[in-house]
């Protein structure tokens, strides 16, 4: 093959060898220097993520750097062999080490940019360099579109700005994976902000808070739940009906483990409850669908009543003449409502009225965990719900679960924020895939209405997602989380997973991400699985992640039109979750007041972090 002259200074190798979307790329020998000027502009040859040109023809195949040097080498290549298909001069050798791997990632015609590729290159074809000018085309494609939001500038290029597409946000699902303090708060405030600045007016995003930081950046523009006894202005009290959960999740809540035969007659009770108490709903459902993890509200009071009046009752009777007639009147009649037991009569130890129960279940133990859990004042917003959906004994509710939904994500602003930084960690992942499911089951049943998720899509961020849909578990948000990834694209809801181990997150979830937005990650086991994850076979880019700077992020996948190496700006209200003012903080002439500790330990007790002196007394 006869070598050209070639006075293109973007040029700058020749591809030898072509695997799938990978291109092994052979530098040319005659270039003087890694830093080229080209158009008054310099440019770096080999960095690992720049961009490079293949021309075949009329059309421009893109592809990003992901390795350099002698590694970059295809396998088992000699030097022989390749200079003698590249080069006609045999005297000429390339060294060994000027070599770089290259990633085939879309195409363009004119000024027209698509991803993915529709032809590939072969041997010989030259590569050059991508300059400003090319990078303008290709993000000013997504630019120009409807959905388009900025978060910050391309890294390494002059002031081409960073828009993330919308729609692959929201329909495709994504991951932020990044280390604690590298930027991960900051970059969902910033995504946050530029959902509500008013260019998506019918915008619905649902963020799940474990550590309650997003409310001090975004409450005016967001609508926030919490669980404390003492709210913030503009703040709601977040209620989760105990009645929505799955008979499974209320019995581990209330009851803990349970004998199968045990398990079963309970489930059957209440079965009975609810198909009782649905006839008195608004609009009854048909007694065919209903089960014991129907959303139909029943009275967990009179069930713990029931249950413990089982345990206690005595008989005049023994054996199989136990009847309902032969049970004593109880001496002191108990109050559902209160939950306070009948007391009857002691069984006699010998063989003589009143004979105990011969049926009775023994399971006062857990009636017992079961009445101090409705007793707790933590679990209040399960239990006792406000604003009328707390059932009467009757199972009868003033207001039901459309009043719910429509309180959480139906209101005219683009964001809720469910701060469940109050949930005892006991039930966190219970509750949180709770309310995701009465959502997502509630938007799905809309799907034909204004309202479903396809007439007005919603995205759910999990922030701390390895806390819910962890390797190996199997809970109620496992469960929905799962079902949201595998399904949630047809019916209109996405998924953010957000999360400082990738790791510990369940493979399954993360492979349905089609965008994977990567910060600053040290750990080796989080970018090994991070690596197996993003798309595009990109894998090689996940090397660069622990020498990113604060705020620098890799975004992969449906979110750009390309992967790119993203300078976050800087959210406009910081969340309470960022780092603090080090070492302005320590350098503080005067130490606070000693006495402060008395208002904390109240502030403990009250479950509050109020600041007001009224916690005080």
């Not at 709903?281 to 967990?300: C, H």
């Not at 009857?344 to 279940?361: D, E, G």
Request: with cysteine; net charge negative; glycine share 10%.
């Amino acid at each position: 093959m006869i070598k050209m002259p070639i006075a293109d200074p973007t040029y700058i190798g020749q591809v030898a060898s072509v695997t799938g979307a990978i291109v092994r790329v052979r530098l040319r020998e005659d270039m003087p220097s890694t830093l080229v000027m080209i158009g008054g502009e310099s440019y770096r040859v080999g960095q690992i993520g720049g961009y490079f040109r293949i021309p075949l023809g009329y059309a421009n195949l893109y592809a990003v750097c992901t390795q350099i040097g002698a590694d970059a080498a295809p396998h088992g290549s000699t030097e022989e062999i390749y200079t003698g298909v590249l080069e006609a001069d045999v005297q000429k050798r390339l060294s060994g080490f000027r070599w770089m791997t290259i990633v085939l990632f879309g195409e363009g015609l004119g000024k027209e940019f698509e991803r993915g590729v529709g032809q590939y290159p072969t041997v010989g074809d030259e590569v050059h360099l991508v300059t400003n000018d090319d990078l303008k085309i290709i993000y000013g494609c997504s630019k120009g579109k409807k959905g388009a939001i900025s978060v910050g500038q391309i890294a390494s290029t002059s002031g081409i700005s960073a828009d993330i597409n919308i729609a692959g946000l929201v329909s495709r699902h994504s991951a932020v994976v990044g280390s604690t303090g590298a930027g991960k708060s900051n970059l969902i405030t910033v995504l946050m902000e530029a959902v509500s600045d008013g260019s998506l007016p019918n915008a619905r995003t649902v963020i799940i808070d474990p550590h309650g930081e997003y409310a001090s950046a975004l409450g005016e523009r967001a609508r926030v739940f919490r669980i404390r006894p003492n709210l913030e202005a503009g703040e709601r009290p977040l209620w989760v009906p105990f009645w929505a959960l799955p008979f499974s999740e209320l019995q581990e809540l209330t009851l803990g483990g349970l004998q199968p035969n045990h398990e079963a007659t309970i489930r059957d009770l209440v079965h009975d409850m609810k198909l009782t108490a649905a006839a008195s709903l608004a609009n009854p459902p048909p007694e065919g669908t209903i089960t014991a993890d129907s959303p139909v509200p029943f009275s967990i009071k009179k069930l713990w009543y029931e249950l413990d009046k089982f345990e206690r009752v005595t008989f005049r009777a023994s054996g199989n003449q136990q009847t309902d007639e032969q049970a004593h009147d109880p001496e002191e009649v108990g109050d559902a409502s209160a939950l306070k037991s009948d007391r009857y009569p002691a069984a006699n130890s010998y063989n003589q009225a009143p004979f105990k129960n011969q049926r009775k279940r023994n399971i006062e133990r857990h009636l017992e965990l079961m009445r101090s859990r409705l007793r707790d004042t933590r679990f209040s917003f399960l239990f006792k719900p406000g604003d009328g959906y707390e059932p009467n004994l009757e199972g009868g509710i003033e207001r039901d679960l459309d009043n719910l939904v429509k309180d959480w994500v139906g209101h005219d602003k683009p964001i809720t924020i469910f701060d469940v930084s109050g949930l005892p960690s006991e039930v966190l992942q219970i509750i949180v895939g709770t309310m995701l499911r009465v959502v997502y089951d509630m938007l799905f049943w809309a799907q034909d209405l204004p309202i479903g998720g396809r007439q007005q899509p919603l995205l759910v961020v999990l922030d701390e997602a390895h806390r819910f849909v962890p390797e190996g578990s199997e809970t109620s948000a496992h469960r929905t989380l799962s079902m949201i990834a595998k399904e949630g694209r047809k019916y209109g809801t996405g998924l953010m997973l957000v999360t400082q181990r990738p790791s510990e997150i369940d493979s399954s979830v993360l492979s349905q991400c089609g965008s994977m937005i990567a910060l600053r990650l040290t750990n080796s086991s989080d970018r090994s699985k991070v690596s197996a994850a993003v798309p595009d076979d990109l894998g090689g880019l996940v090397d660069q992640l622990p020498s990113m700077r604060t705020g620098e992020g890799i975004f992969l996948g449906e979110v750009m039109p390309i992967p790119s190496r993203v300078r976050v700006r800087k959210a406009r209200q910081k969340p309470v979750g960022d780092d603090p003012k080090m070492p302005d903080v320590w350098q503080k002439a005067e130490r606070p007041d000693s006495s402060l500790y008395s208002r904390a330990l109240n502030n403990w007790r009250a479950q509050s972090s109020s600041t007001d002196t009224d916690n005080e007394n």
